[in-house]
């Protein structure tokens, strides 16, 4: 059998009641086997290379996935990496359905991590868009305008936590939607948090 090394303080994602458990413990298992580090980010497991994160376990209702956080630099010969959405930079999921899948793409899994760890050990580095290039919709501009608090709140955020908002913002179709996201995330913003700070 295999030896790995583990945190105690993520142990707890891998005892929780969920459907992916069985493939949540098998995925640990093909990651700590890479050498790589073991924290808890984002309330999830995450793998680090000297403080970078490399990948990370999450699940959905349909799928889970490790999300190997510079996906976009990774050779897809495969075809397995997929981008969550058209707005994700940098990230790339492999996703899983079942148990027998994970088991039988163990070694394909293990040859992306080492890739990944290669390009963190290279230095490489996305070009990500600016977060001005980023769609400012009209009900949010109105309400920074009108609110110099929350402009100044807004500004000091950090350009990803700036670019979740205006994403989350703009994604909603309808005026009446954009403005009641907006009014929740007042506070939070005015709080210096991001969309998924706790």
Sequence with gaps: MTKYSTNAAVDFYFTKDTKWLREYKELRKIVADCGLTEELKWG?????????????????????ALLFMKGALLHNTDGLLIQQTKNVQAAR???FTNLKEIVKLAPTLKAYIYE??????????????ETAAFEM???????????PALQKAFE????GRQRAYMLHFSAAKQAKTRESRIEKWIPSILKGKGLNDL
Excluded at 47 to 62: A, M, P
Excluded at 118 to 123: C, D, F, M, N, P
Excluded at 137 to 147: H, N
């Design 44 to 64: 999830c497991p995450c793998y680090t290379f000297k403080g970078k994160n490399i990948v990370l376990i999450h699940g959905f209702k349909d799928y889970c």
């Design 156 to 159: 000091a955020l950090t350009p």
């Design 93 to 95: 999921q492999i996703r």
């Design 116 to 129: 990944a760890i290669e390009v963190e050990r290279a230095g490489l580095s996305i070009s990500l868009k």
């Design 137 to 147: 919709v009209e009900e949010f501009q109105t309400k920074l305008d009108e609110l």
